[in-house]
């Protein structure tokens, strides 16, 4: 931070100006203008917090396919039919065993079992070779959609929250002032601010794993000069499956939230797909950082969009994007 504000005094004003004033925003009661403007301050808060907490989902996935994608080169466009895949299983296992902690255990082995198959049968055939990889899981997604398709049909699924997580709860922040002068404060589903927290430990813990202990400084000497590491006596592809296993299970996790506050459905995994890809490029390849960055952004520029301007809410992620691409190609906060 303080060798960004060295390089970048203006910039670093105008991000502090514009955080003090979403602060504001957020705790402060909204004069009558404000409200003629941006309507109810009830409404904004919900779509702040929902664009936070979509932006939590995305990252879950996100950080898989930045960790499968951005580190190990390996360009798996099967990535969205393992979210949805995940969102099944853990559907099945907490309507069969009742326990929604239980539905993440079973969907993260499941499908981080199914990654090890196609890391160990598909990419380590094809290494270095984008165009096959490509072409491959593009053909795999297309199979695992009709399967689950012909398996679950086409209806939508709703994985039930435990009790202890149902109703909304009290948060300190104010969105109205009453006429006889008492506060109305904001309520907002628990199992939403739980399941950020989640992604945020999760999110937190990779990057201290990648950037503190020996396996990360592995995984990053393999991606650099694989030869070398092996030369060492380490063994580098099963440093890669274990890599590939645990992003692809993130994306099985990421099913089971997804099918928690939103819903499972036929072409969610294109939609989630294409939502990696655009929080891959806004924050950078490899980053996780920089994949909690593009995920907070699109989910905010999503769930504002929607409210604000909803004939042009799909325009804004994409926007983004051409921005970012347009003035930094490598990313917010791209790997070196």
Partial sequence: MIRFYERHPLWSLVILLAVAFVAWLVLAPWPPGFVDMFGRKKIFLNALFNGITLGGLYFLVASGFTLIFGLMRNVNLAHGSLYLLGGYIGYEVADWTGSWVLSFIAAFIVVAAV?????????????????????????????????????????????????????????????????????????????????????????????????????????????????????????????????????????GVAGVVGGTFQSLAPGEDIRFLLASLVVVIVGGMGSIPGAALGALLIGLAEQFGSVYMPTYAVVTTFLIMVLVLAFRPQGLLSVR
Avoid: H
Avoid at 127 to 134: K, P, S, V
Avoid at 177 to 198: E, M, N, T, W
């Fill in 115 to 251: 990654g090890v198959v196609l890391q160990v049968v598909v990419f380590r055939r094809m290494e270095g070779e984008d165009l096959r990889q490509t072409l491959v899981t593009i053909g795999l997604s297309i199979v695992i959609a009709d399967l689950m398709l012909w398996t679950w049909g086409g209806d939508f699924y709703q994985i039930l929250a435990p009790d202890w997580l149902s109703g909304p709860v009290k948060l300190p922040l104010i969105t109205a002032i009453k006429s006889s002068g008492d506060a109305v404060y904001l309520k907002y589903p628990a199992v939403r601010l739980v399941i950020l927290v989640g992604a945020i430990v999760i999110g937190v813990g990779m990057w201290l794993v990648l950037n503190r202990t020996r396996i990360g400084m592995l995984i990053r000497a393999g991606v650099d000069d694989r030869d070398m590491l092996s030369a060492t006596g380490v063994r580098i592809q099963v440093v890669f499956v274990a890599v590939f296993a645990f992003g692809a299970g993130l994306a």
